[in-house]
């Protein structure tokens, strides 16, 4: 039977350390997680998670070595932790010119130097694991215990502190180089934070070894104080790192980031304390043990959860202050958008509830689009609606709902006026036919009708008591309203359709930082084709460039120069002078002349150029969506993009000249006259 151990100084510490031990190791975890599924492609955040992967390696050697039970286990995981520490110095070097290059500092000896540290790494792991030159058997002396330094330890710890140095000068130029307040002060974070993996890592034992051997009590108050500065200093480390290689809105890396750390880390953490504070004994509260345990750990994580869910609205008000009325009407947005599957599924619970209600077995929901009236859901027999909606009857129907309410203004509001008296002498707000009844679900000013509900008629005439009137009324109400927010919200989507690019591109220029570009090189004279072809050059790209970002609408495409081209011209007539339809028919037959023949291929290299245009311009995707559709990193996306707008531009270009050619003139190929635009 286990006991309660005495409440010694070395006890309570050990304790602590154990505690603070395994928050790291679950923070390192947790950081590496995020790092992973956030923003790999970034050299910076690539660098970043080999350094937690270090630190993750020596504090689970940490948790486990003063648990073992024989010194020989514990020589095992005390050189394991040589891993982790052997490789750090490397990953310390690796890291500093991953940031350093971020400020477009570029150095072939440094990335050589790196190449060479990480060879010198290997090579001690390989030490460290397999020979007793650089550590052997040690003490063993729970919970302090540490490997003993070999002839070539003191190697290793010049080693350590000169990448240390290095890697510290090379974080200090690139704050240096960091021209706006937004990168100075992220890049502050980091050389302030930048100390944190060695701290926790460097075998301080083995070196103190060689002087003095200290105290328990000693060892375990510093061990304490380093951890605690360690993990403070890995998070901000990771808030640094966080923003490097995304174009997400600070806000955004901030939220996700820190409720990340809420349900992540924070509910890990109070789990280890719950596990490890539990006493080892027989019985608790008359129960086992484990049975304690198991609902101790649920509990945590279910009310852990529980908090974090309550506390997100003033989480989220507090980390944006500045910003809070914009933050609750985003949360309000979020909570009452409709989908199109939430609007099916909400009118099929209306459909339902007034079938259930007047005893009928089939309803329906149709609406009118560009293409016609269209069915919006249905419940019951499918078939039956099915061949109403094929047939003349929707269309006459439609039109008699459409005539009875504008002699009929008793629908405001979104809701139904009441259904007519049972002898059917009022036929303004209803309309019976063809085996249904129909009302109408119009605007909430009453005048548009935006769709119709139609249940199974159980008479000629619409025939309701005085209960069954008020509930039909009270169900046609919220389909009108539904129907009608749903019109608001697809108003709503299209706007945002129009500013998703320009939203896109701020978010590009903020989330470049700005530091001291190279020496910029001096200017090449203009080759011969681009003299002789003017459409090929910087503007007439811009002015394409500009077009394809507001591809489904907005100023630069509506006032494009691009508009006094020939091909223009065509494209109006064909499109009935609809300006934006025409431009935007002209850019699609730039960009299909860039496909390539055969099956569409996502990864294949001949439709790169065609899939970027594609998804990026037409269909308006994200660019870390499309970089992972293509498998290519983002950055190489941009450059990507670049050689395809441009590919579009000399298209354009060509096309310009075979309008011109067809009109009969000189087919030459020096463009139109660009006369003003009206802005």
């Known amino acids: 039977m286990g006991t309660v151990p005495g409440l010694t100084w070395p006890v309570i510490l050990a304790f602590g350390n154990l505690i603070l031990s395994s928050a790291i190791v679950i923070t390192a975890f947790s950081l590496l997680g995020y790092m992973i599924t956030h923003n790999l492609r970034s050299a910076v955040a690539q660098t970043f998670s080999i350094l937690l992967a270090c630190v993750l390696v020596v504090f689970a050697g940490d948790i486990v070595v003063p648990r073992v039970e024989s010194s020989r286990a514990a020589v095992l995981w005390l050189r394991f932790q040589w891993i982790g520490i052997a490789l750090l110095p490397a990953a310390y070097l690796h890291f500093s010119d991953a940031v350093l290059r971020t400020t477009h500092n570029f150095s072939a000896a440094r990335r050589l130097a790196v190449f060479g540290s990480y060879l010198f790494s290997g090579l001690l792991v390989f030490l460290a694991l397999f020979t007793d030159a650089l550590v052997y058997d040690g003490l063993y002396a729970p919970p302090v215990s540490h490997l003993t330094a070999g002839p070539v330890f003191p190697l290793f710890v010049a080693y350590f502190f000169l990448t240390a140095v290095f890697g510290a000068i090379n974080i200090y130029r690139a704050r240096r180089r960091c021209l706006t307040p937004v990168s100075r002060r992220r890049m502050t974070y980091l050389t302030i934070s930048f100390a944190a993996p060695g701290l926790g890592v460097f075998p301080y034992l083995i070196s103190l070894s060689f002087a003095v051997r200290p105290s328990s009590v000693s060892v375990l108050l510093l061990s304490m104080a380093a951890n605690v500065a360690v993990g403070t200093m890995l998070v901000l480390m990771a808030y640094s790192v966080a923003y490097y290689g995304v174009l997400t809105p600070d806000r955004v890396v901030k939220h996700d980031l820190f409720h990340y750390l809420l349900r992540g880390p924070i509910v890990g953490i109070l789990v280890i304390v719950v596990m490890l504070v539990i006493p080892r004994v027989e019985l608790v509260l008359g129960l086992p043990r484990d049975t304690v345990l198991i609902f101790a750990v649920v509990s945590v994580i279910v009310v852990g959860q529980l908090i974090v869910n309550l506390a997100k609205p003033w989480i989220d008000r507090f980390l944006f202050s500045q910003d809070r009325e914009e933050i609750s009407w985003i ?163 299209v706007t945002l359709q129009r500013i998703l690019p320009d939203l896109e591109r701020i978010q590009e220029w903020r989330s470049a930082l700005s530091f001291a570009p190279p020496p910029a090189a001096p200017a090449e004279e203009a080759t011969g084709a681009e003299q002789e072809l003017p459409l090929a050059g910087g503007m007439w790209q811009q002015w394409v460039k500009d077009a394809l970002s507001h591809y489904w609408g907005g100023p630069k495409l509506t006032n494009s120069p691009l508009l006094s081209l020939r091909v223009m011209r065509r494209a109006l007539e064909e499109e009935d002078a609809n300006v934006p339809r025409a431009l935007r028919a002209v850019l699609q037959r730039a960009i299909e002349r860039q496909r390539p023949a055969g099956e569409r291929k996502l990864t294949a290299s001949e439709w790169l150029l065609y899939n970027i245009l594609d998804l990026r311009f037409v269909q308006g995707q994200r660019m870390r969506d499309i970089a992972g559709r293509l498998a290519i990193s983002e950055s190489d996306l941009y450059r990507k993009q670049r050689v395809a707008v441009a590919e579009v531009a000399k298209t354009l270009a060509e096309m310009e000249a075979e309008v011109a050619d067809e009109e009969g003139e000189d087919g030459r190929t020096d463009g139109p006259e660009i006369g003003p635009i009206s802005r």
Request: one cysteine or more.
């Open 331 to 493: 949360q309000e947005l979020e909570r009452r958008m409709l989908t199109s599957s939430d609007l099916n599924q909400f009118l099929g619970n209306v459909l339902t509830g007034l079938c259930e209600l007047l005893r009928v077995d089939t309803g329906f929901v149709m609406v009118q689009t560009g293409a016609g009236l269209s069915l919006e859901t249905s419940v019951g027999q499918a078939e039956a609606v099915r061949r109403f909606m094929t047939g003349p009857e929707a269309q006459t129907a439609w039109q008699a709902l459409a005539h009875t309410g504008s002699r009929h203004n008793g629908h405001r509001n979104g809701t139904v006026a009441p259904p007519p008296s049972n002898d059917g002498s009022d036929g303004h707000e209803f309309y019976s036919g063809s085996g249904f009844w129909f009302w109408p679900l119009r605007s909430q000013d009453g005048e548009q009708l935006l769709g119709a509900l139609a249940v199974r008629a159980r008479s000629a005439q619409v025939d309701m008591n005085l209960d069954e009137q008020a509930e039909a009324d009270a169900l046609l109400s919220q389909a009108a309203a539904a129907i009608s927010d749903r019109y608001v919200q697809e108003g709503v989507f």
